[in-house]
């Protein structure tokens, strides 16, 4: 990376805070999520000291909403009478002021994922989380070529690089007054008034399937436990990225590497993350810096 | 624990019988269970030496509890649809004459969650296991009060010991005429005649999701496999705390807790549980007994 | 195993080479598993180097399998509202000419998977992939007897040694012009001209839930990515039996084994699986050849 133009000058809150946060209110984090993450996403949810609850259905979502202290909504194995438990999650969580993160797996892949993700940004999502091909499927007109043929994926894997992302997210972030968060190689987290990168992680996380999804999760545990949303995903993403690389050093593969992740998750201490957060924050990209690498 | 004031004298079958039976006999255990658990209960199942099969479906799951030795439902991930195989599913195996095994999850949450419990407890469960929480809310008139402000559980985690729902669970053995388990630290079981407390367990389980959920899976194993539903189900909880206890000691973290689990129960001699249970056969509580110190 | 009367003289592709394509194109995979496979299927699959979608609805199904290289559909957890998903689905593979795969899950125990299987037989599957007492249900008339009563199968587990499917495999793939395998302890492959035993595997696998599967979508990964569909389903059999080979030796039991596996099929080499794998090629079987020993 190149050094940042112009930063944000305010400091962040260290990392170590919002996880101090999760770990003493376990918030109970609602999740509506695929068939793949149900799992692992309950399993990383309690490892990081959250209460983890899969309550999706229509009939019952909403009234969950407005109990839990944050809803998270991925789209992975999308149905319409899911959608429906969605919208009506959704829509009780922004009427109760409760955070909410929005998941919108494979979105440029089908119309049902690209018409879900529209009504679902209608509802006021405090974040949005996604690979780069995701996050420039919801503001296409601003992504950033990369000299690659690209359609923003053509199924769940990101085939657009992070940076390619960036000016979408902000777009996002500053049409839907929220906070976005790209994940990849590097992270890159904006409000719109605020950008971040984050470099912590390991190239084995992509080997384990839904660590994305549950992801989403975590971030909803860390607004759920208060704080401001835009340096809680900031402080999500570099204990998630931190852990990977905690877990890589006792893997063999895949396998073992979603089970050492687990264990990391669980005994990482918030003043290692303190110390080993990699989180630079960066100027908010815009499209009028001609200066800018992206 | 204070020494029983009035034990029923009729010694218990040891437990390894029990679990020698579901070895010799693999029964083929139908599970309605939750997105979470569906694969957990499954390899759980298959490492006690049962024969898993997770059939749900209203339009097959009747005919399916005629050929299965026994039945679980949990609520866990419910919905309309999803209700309607399992009262189509308890109303054959109920009518078959075989065992099925009911598992309230968070039935103090929602409306659904409450209507769905009365419904399934018309058609005659063998066996109902919860967490405290949970059996309070089934019979919660007699939930005996601990001084903490409790309404049943918000999420699915127990906010109540389990010694405050041994009231309610005798009044809902009593009631429906079956076994009714309390899992927690110390776990208690009772069929309204007998009880009995079982101390096998470990600090780590409830780390691990679904470990709830995939016991009532075990639990109809043991059912399925034939013998007293309440020495039975006895058995099944020692078994199950004792392979956890085992599990612990090559444990690094929840994530290694989970595999060493596996492990544990799949190794477990039936000679080692005799040796190892905790059981300790109870007076039944009686809101009657003015000495009692619950 | 008897040598064969009549083996087909034609050498076949060495197995490796389809692992290396695989590795090499990355097939985008797409799954209609059931709820306990879709974690395991997605994390095999990455581990053997596709891209896994689980995409399901029947409002997206048919669109995304013309995006996609293969298709794989499983009746495990069946229902009516996913049987719609399936049949839109493989209409659409067949129509644009996708391989597609077919794993008829305990498709003997209700009229829902008989009618199912049948439907989704209609739709020229590319392979279909069972254990034995399913293939025979599938073609009935020509199950071999072994003296054990048996009906095709009660739970989803095999009640059927693989050799008595042989020749329901053979007509099945006859009639369907399609592959089919029968995997168990010796798996049979065969298209009606060509037949093979594959010898790998190891005791364990069946201990662990949903390994058939996943090798289900395994093996709609080898066909996604090009190549004769029979040699392929032989290379993808191979290399999956030895990954379990690899696997055992660090395994403690059914978890250990579980998480090995995944590591196992990451790191097993295109010439390793060359040199290990355990190939037979033999004669199709023939009710005709009365010197057979079936």
Redesign the interface.
């Known amino acids: 990376m190149s050094p940042p133009l112009d930063v944000d000058q305010r400091p962040l809150e260290p990392p170590g805070a919002a996880l101090r946060r999760v770990r003493a209110r376990a918030p109970?984090v609602q999740n509506i999520t695929?068939?793949?993450?149900?799992?692992?996403a309950?399993?990383i949810l309690?490892?990081v000291g959250a209460?983890?609850?899969?309550?999706?259905?229509r009939?019952?979502a909403g009234?969950?909403a407005r109990?839990?202290d944050a809803l998270t909504i991925n789209i992975?194995?999308?149905?319409?009478?899911w959608l429906d438990g969605m919208l009506v999650a959704a829509a009780a969580a922004a009427d109760a002021g409760k955070p909410w993160v929005l998941d919108p797996v494979?979105v440029g892949?089908?119309?049902?994922?690209r018409d879900a993700a529209r009504r679902l940004l209608e509802l006021s999502p405090s974040l949005v989380r996604g690979n780069a091909s995701e996050i420039i499927a919801l503001a296409p007109a601003t992504r950033v070529g990369t000299g690659a043929d690209t359609s923003g994926g053509?199924?769940?894997?990101a085939t657009d690089p992070v940076a390619a992302a960036e000016l979408a997210a902000v777009t996002l972030a500053e049409r839907q007054g929220c906070v976005v968060a790209v994940t990849g190689e590097i992270d890159f987290v904006t409000d719109g008034r605020r950008a971040a990168h984050i470099a912590n992680g390991h190239v084995m996380m992509p080997?384990?399937?839904?660590l994305g999804c549950a992801l989403t999760g975590v971030c909803g545990a860390f607004l759920g436990a208060g704080g401001d949303p835009f340096e809680c995903t900031v402080a999500a993403l570099a204990y998630y990225g931190l852990a990977g690389e905690h877990a890589a050093r006792g893997a063999?593969?895949?396998?073992?590497f979603?089970?050492?992740?687990?264990?990391?998750l669980?005994?990482l201490s918030a003043d290692a993350l303190d110390k080993d957060a990699r989180i630079a924050p960066i100027a908010v990209p815009s499209p009028h810096d001609a200066g800018r690498q992206w």
């Open positions: 109970l695929n068939f793949v993450a149900m799992n692992p309950a399993n309690l490892a209460s983890p609850a899969m309550v999706h259905a009939e019952e009234e969950f109990i839990a992975g194995t999308l149905s319409p009478v494979a892949a089908t119309a049902l994922r053509k199924g769940v894997d080997q384990v399937t839904a063999d593969g895949p396998g073992s979603a089970l050492c992740f687990i264990d990391a669980s005994g």
